[in-house]
């Protein structure tokens, strides 16, 4: 590893410890009315910002998506899950604001009809691919019984999170060490076949773990049995890795390195491109 290389990984741990101890934070407290609206308005923030970066990507394409449209209706999104989740008369909201954003999309390119199919299609992806995801995070931490009744989801939040990321983590420092044959060179350059069985098979541990622990512990809607553990491990350690070269592809066809210059995490998309497709994973194993 290279001293550059050591720089950037020891300013990413330092920014990465300080987002664990503040989301630890608000965890601890996410029960609180407050809190939630904290939360929510975090989230938000988090869609807002990765719509963002999503078109400036399209841009680097010689693409005009209407940004401002997309921003609005991706923190929209956001609401309209938490709201769906907390009161039932809410519970068609977020199929409302898609089904509204794509007609603002549409209407966004009467006056200039050029290029019209890939704007509008882009512009539609983008809110779907950053802002629904990130919206089920928050279904996750509050979600809604089927009594009607809310109950305590952080730590099907923290085994969403923690899976994820120790996928990541495996899969970096296996690859990074031992790896020798390359994943897809043409999108990640660093990730190796034994970096990705390394993140699979971290995944799976790090859920049956967390089983463990449901078992063991007073975390009454933390049920998590083995082999749910074992599957739910599986589909993570693939779409979490998927995740993360989905987001790599984009990049490298917008050729850019970071979706954003945010230091030490480089952009949004950056740090939760493996979350945006193990959320839904999580969420409707929940809901089913």
Partial sequence: MTRKNLADLNKRLVVSSIAVGVLALL????LSFYVQMVFVLLVAALAGVGVWEYAQLARAKDLEPAVKSMVTVAVLEVFAIFAAHKLFVFYEMPVIVIAVGALVFFLSHFKDRSAAIFHVAVEFFGVCYVAVPLGFMLAILYPMSTSGMPWDGRWWLVYLILVTKVTDVGAYFVGRIWGRIKLAPSLSPKK???????????????SVFMSFISGFAPFTTFDLPFFA?????????????????????????????????????????????SLLLTAPIVYFYLKL
């Fill in 27 to 30: 965890l601890a407290f996410s």
């Fill in 192 to 206: 190796t076949v034994e970096g990705a069985i390394a993140g699979f098979v971290c995944a799976i541990v790090c």
């Fill in 229 to 273: 553990a074992v599957i739910l491990g599986m589909c993570i350690g693939v779409a979490g890795q998927v995740g993360d070269l989905a987001e790599s592809l984009l990049k490298r066809d917008a050729v850019v390195k970071d979706s954003n210059v945010l230091p030490g995490i480089g952009g949004v998309l950056d740090m939760v491109d």
